[in-house]
């Protein structure tokens, strides 16, 4: 990487910022908006497992139900896109199937060649000790896929706020997650700033890197 691209990185993540007012009337391209998809799908996991489905509520109607579930706040309806960030609620052998099977397809290799790997994964997330706080570790993936998100789009001039003022059993009601193995974590709309979001402007608030950042 040259400086050129780093001085680049590091001015997308100084221009990003939690976006509170958002121009209803602008919407993010299909290509960029394909290109933000494919970046969540890029998304790396813990064992591969992926763990999650990012739901993009495309439908108004649905959104303005999610608002008062959102603290009443409005980027969840100004926003371009809004995505809602779903985690297993359990982990079970046929997840690990699953991701065996697509393995062995993708990679055309045997399925039993990955025994190994699925014995693993069943005796740590599924039927391990992990498997009972399986739903915590899955949450944590998602935020993954979310920070990855944000900053990918803030790469490509597009504005986000990552949501947790939400209430995540009325998400669920709404978007009839309930037993689908899915629940909601987190949300993130993402479009481009309002002119008049006095945010924008604010300098950013982090502690000095000596602090946060140790040399071991
Ligand atoms: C996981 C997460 C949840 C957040 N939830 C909200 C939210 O519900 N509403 C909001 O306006 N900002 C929310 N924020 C934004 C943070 O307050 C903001 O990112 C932080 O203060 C740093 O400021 P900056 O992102 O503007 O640089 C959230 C941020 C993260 C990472």
Known sequence: MNNGTTQQLLNALQWRYATKVFDATKKIPADVWQTLERALVLTPTSYGLQPY?????????????????????????????FV??????????????????????????PAESLNFYRDLM????????RGKTAHEWATRQTYIALGNLMTCAAVLG???????????????????????GYATVVACALGYRAANDKYAGLPKVRYEATELVQQV
């Open 122 to 129: 069943l005796g740590d997330i599924v039927n391990g000790p």
């Open 53 to 81: 489905k990012f739901l993009v509520i495309n439908d108004p109607a649905k959104r303005a139900e999610l608002l008062p579930h959102s603290w009443n706040q409005k980027q969840v309806v100004d926003a371009s896109h």
């Open 158 to 180: 597009v504005d986000t706020c990552p949501m947790e003022g939400l209430n995540p059993a009325e998400y669920d009601r709404v978007l009839d997650l309930n037993y689908s």
């Open 84 to 109: 809602v960030f779903t985690a297993r609620t359990k982990m079970t052998g046929a997840d690990v199937s699953k991701l065996i099977q697509r393995t062995s397809d993708i990679r055309k290799i």
